[in-house]
Nanobody, 118 residues
Framework: QVQLVESGGGLVQAGGSLRLSCAAS????????MAWFRQAAGKDREFVAR????????AYADSVKGRFTISRDKAKNTMYLQMNNLKPEDTAVYYC???????????WGQGTQVTVSS
């Protein structure tokens, strides 16, 4: 069974930066996709970024392109989301997910809150 644990969320002012981490245990990834999603209060969950584990090929939502960077450390079985120039509309609970992708994800983390103040 795969477990995903997010960390790195918090409160930051607009224009600031945060780096989220997603540590995977229970399986060493060699293929498949890992991704970040977010859900703001009262809104549906939305895709943020994904990464193909074997090639590190990435994809981003238009709303975060140029500001967020997804990456992974294969040795640590960990995925990251570097978030720069944060905006109040980035406020949400951020979830990491893993699976065959790009649409199907079998495993989800518990989420980490990111709050951006104006």
């Amino acid at each position: 069974q795969v477990q995903l644990v997010e960390s790195g969320g918090g409160l930051v002012q607009a224009g600031g930066s945060l780096r989220l981490s997603c540590a995977a245990s229970g399986r060493t990834f060699s293929t498949g996709t890992m991704a970040w999603f977010r859900q703001a209060a009262g809104k549906d969950r939305e895709f943020v970024a994904r990464l193909w584990w074997s090639t590190a090929t990435t994809a981003y939502a238009d709303s975060v392109k140029g500001r967020f960077t997804i990456s992974r450390d294969k040795a640590k079985n960990t995925m990251y989301l570097q978030m720069n120039n944060l905006k109040p509309e980035d406020t949400a609970v951020y979830y990491c997910a893993a699976g065959p992708g790009p649409i199907t994800y079998n495993y989800w983390g518990q989420g980490t809150q990111v709050t951006v103040s104006s």
